[in-house]
């Protein structure tokens, strides 16, 4: 049943996919506020479907954390589900991801249409510079800028290491950080076709202040309330 319910979320997914993408192809001249509400359209439809045909849905806590300006959110990596459900939790964004995404065909082109921050991470030194200089500009849009710190999906319970680059952004920026923890992997694994029922466990850390502290101070802040924050969820201890 779990690969019949699978398969057809696939689908519909799929089909999703190539009926919007000339809607998205005809809001480029839109401003990049307005293509993410158009992009969204699409996200929300997914989800509903993963719902209906997976049983797999989400609850949300700490939504009132989120600042009522652009911010930086530091998010757990577990899964596609994330990349997905980001755009139906929160406010329009803009996410920093590899540029070889936008070679998978109609799903890479429309991706672009959202106004990513698309880094080559074989050269480190010039993605920071990248991502602080777009990120300054796409937070001065309005947009959030959304960071796995994490770099790639991780199975639950496990950890990698925390990139410090959504820190520093925030504070070159002067915006808050916040932390987002999840147990999506345990319902969507990583490179797994299955879905299964349950509900995600979604939760949105306090609002890191910038504000006179260095980067590590920022990104240690965020690394320890996320580590927290999935050991609650996962009922596991905390990992150093």
């Known amino acids: 049943m779990t690969w019949l319910r699978s398969g057809l979320f696939f689908a519909g997914m799929c089909a999703a996919v190539v009926v919007y993408w000339p809607v998205v192809m005809l809001a480029w ?18 989800i509903g479907w993963l719902g209906v045909t997976c049983g797999l849905r989400h609850r949300v806590s700490g939504l009132d954390n989120l600042p009522r300006r652009p911010c930086v959110l530091l998010v757990k990596h577990q899964s596609a589900w994330e990349t997905i459900a980001c755009q139906v939790m929160f406010p329009p964004q803009a996410w920093v991801l590899k540029r070889e995404l936008f070679r998978i065909p109609l799903f890479g082109w429309a991706l672009a249409a959202t106004g990513p921050i698309a880094i080559d991470r074989s050269k480190a030194r010039k993605a920071l510079d990248q991502l602080v200089k777009q990120g300054r500009e796409i937070l001065a849009q309005g947009r959030c800028v959304v960071i796995f710190p994490e770099g790639t999906r991780l199975a639950p319970g496990a950890t990698g290491k925390f990139n410090p680059g959504g820190a520093m952004l925030a504070v070159e920026a002067g915006v808050p950080v916040v932390p ?11 490179r797994s076709f299955l879905k299964h029922a349950g509900v995600v466990d979604v939760r949105v850390g306090p609002a890191i202040d910038t504000a006179g502290r260095t980067t590590r101070e920022v990104s240690d802040a965020a690394r320890d309330w996320m580590a927290a924050a999935m050991a609650e969820i996962e009922g596991t201890p905390p990992q150093a």
Request: aromatic share 10%; hydrophobic share 50%.
């Open 180 to 190: 987002v923890a999840h147990n999506a992997g345990t319902f969507w694994p990583r």
């Open 29 to 46: 001249p839109l401003p990049p506020l307005l293509r993410c509400r158009v992009v969204g359209v699409w996200a929300h439809a997914v």
